[in-house]
């Protein structure tokens, strides 16, 4: 009853105290001492919560589905003279006034020479004038290139960029959606993680690692599987909370896994069964012939025992026809 009140919860009238799961979580920390898989703790209200990454593997054996479209990516707005579209206008615009600009002579005033003197001062005014003018048709030029190349470096995108913009989206050992393998299933044994807390059930568990991945899938088509290295396999039921249960289970992954399996392709295999599993088949046919010669003894013990019962009632029977006891 103290743990109930005081204690967390493991699963459906299942508690632990908390003096006893934070001795495990010290065991747990110190196996994972400097990575990013320690577990960090925090009390709210008289209560224990524990909270971070949990290793699953991946066990599916059919394919899943990615979204085509995140749920949080906005629609783009229609071109406008205020959207980044008019930027094709602008690079049209800049060529066109790169093109108008090389073509449009400078305009001169020509006076009839009155003499000699004045002709040469003409023309060297001319010279000057010319000069300026490509003095300024090569400063227009050059700043039609810079603004050609701003518009440029607009339309494409740079590499962190890039980063940023599929930062959004985890993948699947370096799986991203494309159109082509949207559809597909994850190497058995890859290991993947969610940041959970201690609180979240096993649905709750399933939603946040299939949002993660952008998952089309529901829920309630995969299971959490317990898996020893004995190959002893558990189902984790949906009120069990599965941060707890991998505290209680131990850090080290080489004793046991969680694993992603289907709900209905997944199996539960008892103890009994699994010590048996990694033997080969002609030890295992071996085991059977000694099973069947076994049970073979049992009947037959079974069955002298219901014969040797059935010939003292019988006796008993012929011994006694009007009542009376034979000694």
Known sequence: MDDRNNGVRVGENKFISKSSILSHLKTYNLYYEGKNLQLRHREEEEELIIEGLLN????????????????????????????????????????????????????????????QSSNSRSQDHEEEEEEEDACDISAQLLRTKSDAGVLRRGRKRSPSDQRRIRRHRFSINGHFYNHKTSVFTPAYGSVTNARINSCMTTPQVLRVLLNKFKIE????????????????????KRTDHPLVVRILQGPCEHVCKIFLMEQDLGEEIPYEVAQYIKFEMPVLQSFIIKLKEEEDREVQKLRSRYKYLRCTIEKQLQCSPEGSTCM
């Open 56 to 115: 699953i593997s991946w066990g599916l054996r059919r394919p899943i589905r990615l979204q085509m479209q995140d749920d949080h990516e906005r629609i783009k707005p229609p071109p406008s003279s205020t959207s980044w579209h008019s930027g094709c206008n602008l690079d049209n615009q800049s060529q066109d006034g790169q093109k108008q600009t090389p073509q449009t002579p400078p305009q001169m005033e020509v006076t009839p020479p009155e003499d």
């Open 217 to 236: 899938n529901s829920p309630d088509e995969f299971a959490l599987y317990l898996v020893h290295a004995s190959g002893e396999r558990v189902q984790l």
